[in-house]
């Protein structure tokens, strides 16, 4: 499944630039250093962490995606810096939880 | 990171690549504020260098080495509303009083705060990577303060490298008694 492809299952996209990138599994967490370390390349990363670093970790890792659960916000000086080093950031209003049994059924 | 001390570890690493004989890793409690210091006399940063330190992509993409230290510090301090500051002056400014001066605050009482961890760990860390470089480290508490000198040790064991293994075993050592006696007196965490 594509990062594009969850725009239809209620999924919203904060920063976009690459829509084709495949998924290949998830990651869950918010302690940055933490993720860095674990988050495998192409995972979806569910966390509420919605600083300068969760950018420059996604791109370290070099995961699909970011997914913003609980709906929180990101500054959009922070979106443009996404955009510009391309990182995929897309948004749920679900829980962290719910967020992830939807991927776990879209993935299945 | 999950603990200080490792955040502590990183950024005086930093201070020992930018050629330092001296880094000072200084901790001070008070009134739930913990303020962290790294002081060293290494080469200095320009201006335009302490601003993108503190810039993720900075640091991951030109310098990779450098790490995350720098973000993820400001971030473990800015959570609990304190703040990072960073002063440096580079030996072309001052060829005698050059280096850097990293200061984060912590409010120890706020649900985000990162607990500091096994700092002891960290010094001793640094002392066994980096035998030739001298470390001040203190720590302060309302209940009594915690110090270690290399420079002292040095002029005690003259010849005797600081991270032969029984010279790490008594710093070790040391180190746990001067906690122990502060944990007896008013306690080490700085809380009330």
Redesign the interface.
């Known amino acids: 499944m594509t990062v594009d492809e969850l725009l239809t299952h209620g999924f919203e996209a904060v920063s976009l630039p690459d829509g084709s990138r495949e998924i290949d599994g998830v990651y869950i967490g918010d ?4 993720v ?1 370390g674990r988050a495998q390349m192409d995972n979806a990363w569910i966390t509420i962490m919605t ?3 969760t ?3 996604a ?2 890792a070099d995961t699909s995606c970011v997914i913003l659960a609980e709906g929180v916000e990101m500054e959009s000086d922070l979106v443009e ?1 996404a955009k510009q ?1 391309e990182v995929n950031i897309l948004r749920s209003s679900q829980p962290i939880y719910e967020t992830a049994i939807k991927l776990a059924e879209l993935l299945a | 990171m999950k603990e200080l001390s490792l955040n502590i570890l990183d950024v005086a690493e930093n201070s020992v690549k930018a050629g330092a004989s001296l880094t000072q890793i200084l901790l001070t409690e008070h009134d739930g504020v913990l303020t962290l210091e790294i002081v060293d006399d290494g080469c200095g940063m320009s201006e335009d260098i302490v601003r993108s330190v503190v810039d993720p992509f900075y640091t991951t993409r030109t310098t990779r080495k450098v790490g995350m230290g720098i973000p993820l510090l400001k971030l473990a301090c800015e959570q609990t509303g304190g703040s990072l500051a960073i002063e440096s002056v580079t030996q072309e400014a001052n060829p005698v009083e050059h280096g850097t001066h990293v200061t984060a605050t912590f409010n120890t009482n706020h649900i985000d705060f990162t607990p500091l961890g096994d700092v002891s760990a960290s010094i001793l860390t640094l002392i066994q990577g980096h035998p030739d470089t001298d470390f001040l480290f203190r720590h302060q508490t309302d209940g009594g303060t915690v110090e270690l000198d290399t420079r002292e040790l040095r002029e005690v064991l003259e010849d005797v490298p600081l991270n032969s293994y029984d010279v790490m075993e008594w710093i070790g050592g040391n180190l746990q008694e001067q906690y122990e006696a502060l944990s007896a007196d008013a306690g080490m965490s700085g809380e009330e």
């Open positions: 302690l940055l250093s933490w860095m600083n300068v670093n950018i420059a970790v791109s370290l810096t080093k």
